[in-house]
């Protein structure tokens, strides 16, 4: 099945860093999508991108659409605590709402 | 509005022992799904619904199965449970005719150990 490949799987970063995260695929999507899970939770969705080389922000967090519609990268400046989750992209092709995952990146933050 | 709820929240089972977990979702979402999260492998989906009464197999069916009789509720049934279904069990529900149309709205999760 369509696979998507997140870098990195995991971070460890101190408070007040910015964090860059990505998501790539062989296929191509229409939407890309990036949640995000607090431990016990189950997955927020933090930003919707619906357009080729879209740029789009949700206050500290900045995710881009990349232009071969292949991929997706999601920023997070000046990093705090409650931060800390997994972070997941997800694909959307088409009209099948079926979204594909990737593996999910964990951030940890330490004060 | 509560949203997507699961029960139970954590279950122990025993190989063999069958189970059915319920999601219910007060959003009157058309589409309902349900994935399972294992360490290292993210979500994957187990089988979905476009609407009352039907049901479709995901990426991961086997040994499970659902039904939709009702808009607001999705069951996941285990009919004899194993070791190797030990997993956190999302529901989601999506609404294909809103203006959001692909945001999927997860529950807080069920925790199945099975022993």
């Known amino acids: 099945g369509q696979q998507l490949n997140q870098s990195p799987q995991s971070m460890f970063i101190q408070e007040g860093e910015d964090v860059s995260m990505n998501c790539t695929s062989s296929?191509?999507?229409?939407?890309w999508l990036w949640y995000k899970q607090d431990p016990g939770e189950g997955p927020v969705l933090l930003i919707a991108?619906?357009?080729?080389?879209e740029l789009t922000s949700n206050g500290r967090l900045t995710a881009q659409f990349g232009i071969t519609r292949k991929d997706s990268f999601l920023n997070i400046s000046a990093s705090i605590p409650s931060d800390v989750g997994i972070y997941f992209c997800?694909?959307?092709?088409?009209?099948?709402?079926?979204?594909?995952f990737g593996k999910g990146t964990l951030l940890t933050v330490n004060p | 509005n509560a949203g997507v709820t699961q029960t139970p929240k954590f279950r122990v089972l025993k190989t063999g022992q069958s189970m059915t977990l319920l999601c219910a979702q007060d959003?009157?979402?058309?589409?309902m799904y349900w994935y399972r999260q294992d360490p290292g492998m993210g979500l994957r989906l187990i089988h979905y619904?476009?609407?009352?009464?039907?049901?479709a197999k995901g990426e991961v069916p086997d040994g499970y199965n659902v039904s939709r009789l009702k808009k607001q509720n999705f069951l996941l049934g285990l009919e004899s449970a194993a070791p190797s279904q030990t997993s956190v069990y999302f529901c989601?529900?999506?609404?294909?005719?809103?203006?959001?149309?692909?945001?999927?709205?997860f529950g807080p999760g069920t925790r199945l150990l099975v022993l």
């Open positions: 989601a529900s999506s609404d294909p005719g809103g203006l959001r149309q692909e945001t999927q709205y």
């Open positions: 296929s191509i999507f229409n939407t």
């Open positions: 991108l619906y357009k080729a080389g």
């Open positions: 997800a694909g959307l092709r088409g009209s099948n709402y079926k979204l594909t």
């Open positions: 959003m009157n979402h058309e589409y």
């Open positions: 619904s476009v609407g009352e009464g039907t049901t």
